[in-house]
């Protein structure tokens, strides 16, 4: 099972169990809902920003575990960044999933986010982890819904 | 149901399935998924094909590949009598009156499309009902929808209990002289339910309403007879009963088919065409336009004398008691509760684990060679009555085993320990 304990680590499993910023924001600045027809996770993620910074980011939702902890580290990753950085970090998070970027190898900003490689073993399970990413990048480009399907 | 074809089906016991020979039959099954042996529990998905239906298949394509209805030539013939012989065992399978009665499609969504297009756009109108039950899979609520748009009629939905059955008295009051139209599942493939059909059907004869059963997964599981259920229409789709996919039936009462609008144009389904006007053929081929999945049809045929040679209700015997067998063993596990539970069920078990999503579930069971459904089963519906976002879902087969189910039960256990 060394795939599947790659897949499961103890960071993800605390994020699922334990996940962060877990909540709706009041009056946020942008919002975007996020769904998984295949599966039927759904998830909506709030932004507050000011000028061209990420203040406050949180969201809400039901998914399984990878997404959930994907979206509950996503919220840590990108608070405080500026919408460029977050934009960045997302396609950098988005090629390493689908085994474009070599996170070890390349040079990146992906920091603990990197926990998540093992994902690109489980084809299936990719857009589970971009889900929360997907509906972020809608979110900061003012699109209301936004489907991996 | 038609009883006397087996001699005496009520002292066959399950213990006497030879499941290691049946096994046999099924090449697929012969394989290892991740250095494990295939354990595969997503028949109500997709059930496998058995050697003699493939090789039915490549006989026609190897020794028989022709257009069918067309040609004088020799081929043509040969493929022609092929693909109505397995239209005539159709008709013997579900006890037909008519083989015209049988229509070829692709699967049982395409025919249900069959008969919302033809049937139903034809003779439903603003403010007239249809009644579907809340229990459907996707394929049987959408079409209605679609039509109840378009023409300005009402779905009304006929409610369920918390086992997963339907509630009767709730249908007798929906039925009126408004309800113009009723479709149902026979069995559900999110939740094993078998729906008293045959009472349903009659109570909406009593309005002079037809009824469209959706039998894609009871054709698998149980013989099937039109004629002692009195449906108006019934569909199943051949992938779920050993066919190969793009293989499926719509059943119709002649009299209804004949009175029915063609679902698509094309060839095959005429009798005179000029500019300006086209004769319709008549039931099956005005319904069965340009070239069917041939190689898929004979394959379905095939795959009827296969559950004839086995024994259709001694592989029902042998699933019910697999189901019964995993219900005990996965109901027993801590955490762990079965979304289904009606007296009557097909070998459909569907569950949720405290606090762990069914997608978690599915893949730490695949890793052990394990193939289960996890997610709406097409029954976004069915998850919210039941106020779950998804369940994983193991379906038996009369080819798979108790041992199997000991692994699925030990994997579950670690799927809650990895959890933890």
Redesign the interface.
């Known amino acids: 099972m060394s795939e599947l304990s790659e897949l499961y680590q103890q960071v993800i499993l605390d994020h699922n169990k334990k996940p962060r910023n877990f909540r709706k924001l009041e009056a946020p600045s942008h919002t975007a809902e996020g769904y998984n027809p295949l599966c039927g996770d759904q998830m909506t993620v709030y932004l507050n920003i000011a000028g061209d910074q990420v203040e406050d980011v949180a969201f809400e939702g039901s998914g399984c575990a990878i997404s959930k902890a994907s979206a509950s580290m996503m919220t840590q990753a990108v608070k405080g960044k500026s919408k460029e950085e977050a934009e960045a970090l997302f396609r950098e998070f988005h090629s390493m999933v689908i085994g474009e970027l070599n996170e070890e190898t390349e040079e990146n900003s992906l920091g603990n986010l990197k926990i998540f490689a093992g994902v690109r073993e489980f084809p299936v399970r990719v857009k589970c982890a971009t889900l929360p990413w997907h509906t972020l990048h809608a979110a900061l480009n003012k699109q209301d819904q936004v489907s991996t399907e | 149901m038609s009883s006397g074809i087996l001699s005496k089906p009520e002292t066959f016991v399950a213990d006497t399935w030879n499941v290691q020979r049946i096994r046999a039959d099924f090449p697929v099954l012969q394989q290892t998924i991740n250095g494990k042996p295939l354990i595969y529990l997503d028949n109500s998905a997709s059930s496998q094909v058995p050697q003699v239906v493939i090789d039915r298949g490549s006989i026609y394509i190897e020794q028989e590949h022709s257009n069918i209805h067309r040609g004088v030539h020799y081929l043509s013939q040969k493929a022609t009598t092929a693909y109505e012989g397995a239209r005539e065992k159709v008709k013997r399978f579900i006890n037909a009156r008519d083989v015209r009665e049988c229509i070829f499609v692709r699967g049982a969504t395409e025919g249900i499309n069959v008969v919302m297009h033809g049937y139903g756009r034809k003779f439903i109108g603003a403010g007239d009902e249809i009644i579907i039950s809340a229990m459907e899979h996707h394929a049987n609520i959408v079409p209605w929808q679609m039509l109840c748009e378009e023409k300005g009629a009402r779905l009304r939905v006929i409610p369920m209990n918390d086992a997963g059955e339907l509630l009767l008295d709730e249908y007798d009051g929906l039925l009126n002289e408004r309800t113009k139209f009723v479709a149902v599942m026979h069995v559900s493939n999110a939740l094993g339910t078998i729906n008293p059909v045959k009472e349903m059907i009659a109570q909406a004869h009593k309005y002079g309403v037809p009824v469209l059963i959706d039998g894609a997964q009871a054709a698998p599981h149980m013989p099937v007879d039109v004629q002692d259920l009195d449906c108006d229409f019934y569909a199943f789709s051949g992938h779920k009963m050993y066919a190969p996919t793009g293989s499926g039936i719509v059943y119709g009462k002649l009299e209804l088919l004949e009175q029915m609008n063609p679902f698509q144009g094309g060839g095959d389904m005429i009798k005179t065409v000029t500019f300006e006007k086209t004769i319709y053929a008549d039931p099956p081929n005005r319904f069965e336009a340009g070239t069917p999945a041939i190689a898929s049809q004979i394959g379905l045929g095939a795959a009827i004398d296969y559950l004839n040679s086995i024994g259709r209700e001694q592989a029902a015997v042998y699933e019910a008691e697999l189901l019964r067998y995993a219900t005990e063993r996965v109901s027993a596990i801590e955490g762990v509760r079965i979304i289904g539970t009606a007296k009557n069920k097909a070998s459909v078990l569907s569950f949720v684990i405290d606090?762990?999503?069914?997608?978690?579930i599915g893949?730490?069971l695949d890793?052990e060679g394990i193939a289960v459904r996890?997610?709406?089963h097409c029954a976004?519906p069915v998850?919210q009555r039941f106020n779950v976002?998804?369940t994983a879902r193991a379906s038996f087969a009369f080819y798979n085993t108790k041992e199997e189910i000991d692994v699925l039960a030990r994997t579950i256990e670690r799927v809650i320990e990895?959890?933890?």
């Open positions: 606090d762990i999503h069914p997608h978690d893949t730490i890793q996890a997610g709406h976004q998850m976002p998804a990895i959890f933890g």
